[in-house]
């Protein structure tokens, strides 16, 4: 398995709603991240999970909150969003953090659009 | 302050002519640099990486050229196809994982 999988692909919620974006890979990678994309921008990194524990996180609003529940599955929790957040949420992972390698491997992300 | 961009945010060429696509870095410290394409509704994609210690590295169709003197990156893409259609980034890797993006150029192929 060389893939990165996120779920959903798509996702529309309301500024009170709390809603969780799922990332999952089974290549053994011990490095995780979170970045987000606006449309016709780069992906801007969130948050950097290396063995299981956060390692960086780019200044990134309480409202978004990342979880490393085991070595395969990264989550992006959800809560009290704002309409800026629309954007595109990209979950990568890499052998570790600092072995970056043939770069990261991508998911295809999750499109979120807040309400 | 420091960056990675692109000279160009759009470029369109003819199906079957050789593509260029350009990358600027500030970083003089950046010791290894990606190239990434992505499709409309996908994640990007790996298609060739270099380190400071070369100066060109080819992979099938595509060429990367590094020029440390002038901080500036490059992708070759021979005979262009449709299928080459996408945005592509180059990516400057910072250290502890961390990938900073250049603004992304687009590349049209014309049939």
């Known amino acids: 398995d060389t893939e990165v999988t996120q779920t959903p692909k798509h996702l529309v919620m309301g500024m009170t709603n709390k809603k969780s974006l799922k990332c999952e890979q089974h290549?053994?990678?011990?490095?995780m991240y979170w970045y987000k994309q606006k449309a016709k921008k780069p992906p801007e990194l969130m948050f950097v999970?290396?063995?299981?524990?956060?390692?960086i996180n780019e200044s990134v609003p309480s409202r978004f909150s990342p979880e490393c529940p085991n070595s395969s599955l990264l989550n992006l929790h959800l809560h009290a969003l704002q309409p800026e957040d629309s954007a595109l949420y990209l979950c990568?992972?890499?052998?570790?953090?600092?072995?970056?390698?043939?770069?990261?491997?991508f998911g295809s992300g999750t499109r979120l659009t807040v309400v | 302050g420091e960056s990675v961009g692109l000279h160009l945010p759009t470029l369109s060429v003819q199906e079957g002519d050789n593509s260029i696509i350009n990358c600027a870095y500030s970083n003089s410290a950046s010791d290894y640099f990606i190239w990434y394409k992505q499709e409309s509704g996908k994640g990007p994609q790996f298609i060739i990486d270099?380190?400071?210690?070369?100066d060109k590295r080819q992979g099938q169709r595509v060429t990367v050229l590094l020029n440390k003197t002038v901080k500036h990156l490059s992708l070759q893409i021979a005979a262009t196809q449709p299928g080459d259609s996408a945005v592509y980034f180059c990516a400057e890797n910072r250290g502890r994982g961390k990938l900073i993006f250049g603004q992304g150029t687009e590349l049209s192929v014309k049939p």
């Open positions: 999970y290396s063995y299981e524990k956060l390692s």
């Open positions: 270099i380190r400071s210690n070369m």
């Open positions: 990568a992972s890499s052998l570790s953090q600092g072995n970056t390698n043939y770069g990261y491997t």
């Open positions: 290549m053994g990678h011990r490095a």
